[in-house]
């Protein structure tokens, strides 16, 4: 851009910027000069290797290729007229990229030299001009508004979302219905959006050939803004969002595993449009499905989405028997050990909060349960949309932990774990929270849990989104991995920051069956492809979306098989 305004000062006013002929810019000019060139020939191999390739979550169109002509254009026709410009003068210091080709240049003589200089003058500037003209009526728009999209990000933390003010506690009127009740953010994000799919090519569901595409989002968003914008500004109403808009099942579809707000590279935050229109649909008590209306009616009336009561002879009756305290007879225990809806009424998963009772007590862990007393953290409610049942649960269990003095929290469930550790917050719960596999890779550090036995075994590990990708839990579970003898890790595909979601998110574990599933079973078919005997989890829901399929396990469970039998007690 400075370079530019020097051309235009230059022919236009025979003006010299003089501090723009300091050697350290100089270098800089001629640097990014190189780099433009690099990026643009870089970008267009790129294109059209993936069109050969037919991957098409990266569109291309003639309007692309005109644009990055232009960019092209723009880039060689400064870096001509500044060694014409050399070639006429003196070589200057500091421009490394620009001396070599007018030493070059001097040899076509002055006349030359100077039309060369004027064809690039011109070249340069109806390029630009042109490239003005195209922005505002294509695609490319982004590039005026992305960087504030990117400087105007959110910076809580991944994986919270945000928090809602809601002005009645007994009814929820939170949520977007019209296209105006986006915040000014998210109708940004539509237009800082490049449209380059790369959403689209880490989407679970839309790599499962369903409904939902994340780059969809924000283009009908867009489109509609574009078409209608004028009406909307003359004070018509604004269509609905989900129904008319939106079909209800590209809403529902999302998992919130948070790939697409991951993958995109201008910070377009998807994920929090998919759930105020969630909410918006909770709010108006319409179109909601059978399933999520008994999934809500469970959590608040009895506490856990199974809409059981429950019964400390039942349904905590390893605790019984592994004699754990009750906080409410213990309520000085360092921990509490939060172990969740599936952890105490799936009888799988129950073997999951066993094995790690099993552990700490090994460890010498001092902690204890809720028992009859613990209710839902409310994360998926809140995923579904239902922020009222949400912020509800959140001040239930808030109040019960201060009576209690509970500081530091313990979980086996990812969803809880994020849950308490970076949403509670936002209502005045502040806690310690440690998940499973941190808690075993720092007493397996410390010594604390004597292995006594060894495998032979080849494990592979799905990294669970909630843990993952939006708390960065990576090393730990593995870690843990590598400190079973005889465990031989081979890893899926996707993995790490780039694994695909078990497809239990976001509510669908309770609305869709394993048969309506595909992104479970797209994860499963890879977990298979990979010829490990055990795929190892450190969520519950994952747990069961593997259990049937092949053989799964919690690390916990393979964990304490490595103890001896004369260390811990039966379950």
Request: proline residues 5%; contains cysteine.
């Amino acid at each position: 851009m400075f370079s530019s305004l020097d051309m235009a000062a230059l022919v236009l006013f025979n003006v010299k910027i003089s501090w723009l002929e300091y050697p350290f810019f100089l270098f800089l000019r001629d640097l990014f000069i190189l780099l433009l060139v690099i990026g643009i020939i870089g970008f267009t191999v790129r294109r059209l290797v993936l069109k050969f390739l037919k991957q098409n979550w990266l569109h291309s169109s003639s309007k692309t290729y005109t644009i990055l002509i232009l960019i092209f254009i723009i880039d060689c026709s400064l870096l001509t007229y500044f060694a014409a410009y050399t070639a006429l003068m003196e070589p200057l210091p500091g421009a490394w990229l620009v001396n070599p080709l007018a030493y070059g240049l001097a040899s076509l003589g002055k006349s030359a030299t100077e039309m060369l200089m004027e064809i690039s003058w011109w070249s340069h500037f109806l390029a630009i001009s042109t490239f003005l003209l195209v922005i505002p009526n294509s695609n490319y728009l982004h590039l005026v508004f992305a960087p504030f999209s990117i400087y105007l990000r959110s910076l809580r933390q991944k994986g919270a979302l945000m928090p809602v003010a809601l002005a009645d506690t007994n009814k929820q009127t939170c949520g977007v219905k019209l296209v105006n009740d986006f915040t000014r953010k998210q109708l940004l994000d539509t237009f800082s959006c490049l449209l380059c799919g790369r959403c689209h090519r880490e989407c679970p569901s839309e790599r499962s050939n369903e409904r939902l595409k994340p780059k969809r989002l924000n283009g009908f968003i867009r489109a509609y803004l574009e078409d209608e914008g004028h009406k909307l500004l003359a004070g018509q109403p604004s269509i609905k969002m989900a129904g008319d808009l939106f079909y209800y099942d590209f809403i529902w579809s999302c998992t919130t595993c948070g790939s697409c707000n991951e993958a995109c590279p201008v910070s377009v935050d998807h994920i929090s449009k998919i759930i105020d229109l969630r909410r918006g649909i909770i709010s108006e008590q319409e179109r909601i499905p059978a399933a999520m209306r008994e999934f809500f009616n469970n959590v608040e009336h009895a506490g856990n989405p199974f809409g059981r009561l429950r019964q400390s002879d039942q349904d905590y009756a390893w605790a019984g028997d592994l004699r754990i305290p009750i906080l409410s007879k213990k309520p000085h225990a360092e921990y509490l050990f939060y172990i969740g809806c599936q952890g105490t009424f799936n009888a799988s998963t129950a073997k999951v909060a066993a094995a790690l009772a099993k552990i700490m007590q090994l460890a010498g862990v001092d902690y204890a349960i809720l028992g009859d007393e613990e209710w839902c953290c409310g994360e998926t409610a809140r995923r579904m949309g239902n922020e009222l049942l949400f912020q509800n649960t959140v001040r239930k269990n808030i109040a019960l932990w201060q009576e209690y003095g509970v500081n530091k929290i313990i979980t086996f469930c990812p969803h809880c774990y994020n849950t308490l550790k970076n949403e509670y917050p936002q209502f005045g719960g502040n806690y310690e929270v440690i998940p499973h596999p941190v808690l075993l890779a720092e007493m397996l550090e410390q010594g604390r849990l004597p292995i006594a036995s060894s495998h032979d075994i080849v494990v592979t590990y799905h990294d669970a989104c909630y843990l993952g990708r939006y708390n960065d839990i990576f090393e730990q579970p593995r870690q843990v991995l590598r400190s079973i003898p005889g465990v031989r890790l081979t890893e899926m595909p996707r993995s790490q920051k780039k694994s695909f979601c078990c497809g239990a998110g976001g509510g669908r574990f309770w609305t869709r069956s394993s048969k309506e599933n595909p992104i479970s079973m797209n994860r499963v078919k890879e977990a298979l492809a990979t010829e490990a005997t055990t795929v190892i989890t450190s969520c519950p829901y994952c747990r069961n979306i593997f259990e049937g399929d092949m053989l799964v396990q919690d690390i916990a469970e393979l964990l304490l098989t490595t103890f001896s039998t004369n260390d811990i007690l039966p379950v």
